[in-house]
T-cell receptor, first 114, second 116 residues
Framework: KQEVTQIPAALSVPEGENLVLNCSFT??????LQWFRQDPGKGLTSLLL?????REQTSGRLNASLDKSSGRSTLYIAASQPGDSATYLC?????????????FGGGTRLMVKP | GAGVSQSPRYKVAKRGQDVALRCDPI?????LFWYQQALGQGPEFLTY????????KSGLPSDRFFAERPEGSVSTLKIQRTQQEDSAVYLC??????????????FGPGTRLTVL
């Protein structure tokens, strides 16, 4: 059974710092990996989706990398801002026709202090 | 609306009551998913529909949980005889495709269920 782990569980940084969130998964047979943002009381917003054949994806100040063989992904946030404060979740979709669902990690709660 | 909507946003139930949670996916989306998110944890898969067909219900925790999507659009998650451990946020997501072509899942705001 696929297991996804995110480290750290919580992170507090001053505004302007660059930071890295980590995600690991136990079964490397994945179809893709997504990073989501979740704000309190709201649903999940997809930030970046990396296909299994890709190594990284970038969107603005966000960069996500994928090392499928080692079961790891990182989300890099440059020049963090207070508005980045949220919970960040990574999720994998397995390489299986029947496995359409996403398997999520427990999330990293990020607080960026002004 | 342009996004996935869910109702009610908040539901308080007494232990033993039945509840029904509604999801309106994005129009035209083939795939619909239900997830359960306990406090401080990531979402966990409950069930998956392709149009009106429920293709995967392996994540439903017990036979008290039942989901349907009779016309291939709106879906309802029903929980019978609620228990305290059912307290969680229930998230619905939809995506345009299906199978290995399932693309980005768009999530609704969730329904927060509290069982007293």
């Amino acid at each position: 059974k696929q297991e996804v782990t995110q480290i750290p569980a919580a992170l507090s940084v001053p505004e302007g710092e660059n930071l890295v969130l980590n995600c690991s998964f136990t079964d490397s047979a994945i179809y893709n990996l997504q990073w989501f943002r979740q704000d309190p009381g709201k649903g999940l917003t997809s930030l970046l989706l990396i296909q299994s054949s890709q190594r990284e994806q970038t969107s603005g100040r966000l960069n996500a990398s994928l090392d499928k063989s080692s079961g790891r992904s990182t989300l890099y946030i440059a020049a963090s801002q207070p508005g980045d404060s949220a919970t960040y979740l990574c999720a994998v979709k397995e390489d299986d026709n029947a496995g359409n669902m996403l398997t999520f990690g427990g999330g990293t709660r990020l607080m960026v202090k002004p | 609306g342009a996004g996935v909507s869910q109702s009610p946003r908040y539901k308080v139930a007494k232990r033993g009551q039945d509840v029904a949670l509604r999801c309106d996916p994005i129009s035209g989306h083939v795939s619909l998913f239900w997830y359960q998110q306990a406090l401080g944890q990531g979402p966990e898969f409950l069930t998956y529909f392709q149009n009106e067909a429920q293709l995967d219900k392996s994540g439903l925790p017990s036979d008290r949980f039942f989901a349907e999507r009779p016309e291939g659009s709106v879906s309802t998650l029903k929980i019978q005889r609620t228990q305290q451990e059912d307290s969680a946020v229930y998230l619905c997501a939809s995506s345009r495709g299906f199978g290995v072509f399932t693309d980005t899942q768009y999530f609704g705001p969730g329904t927060r269920l509290t069982v007293l």
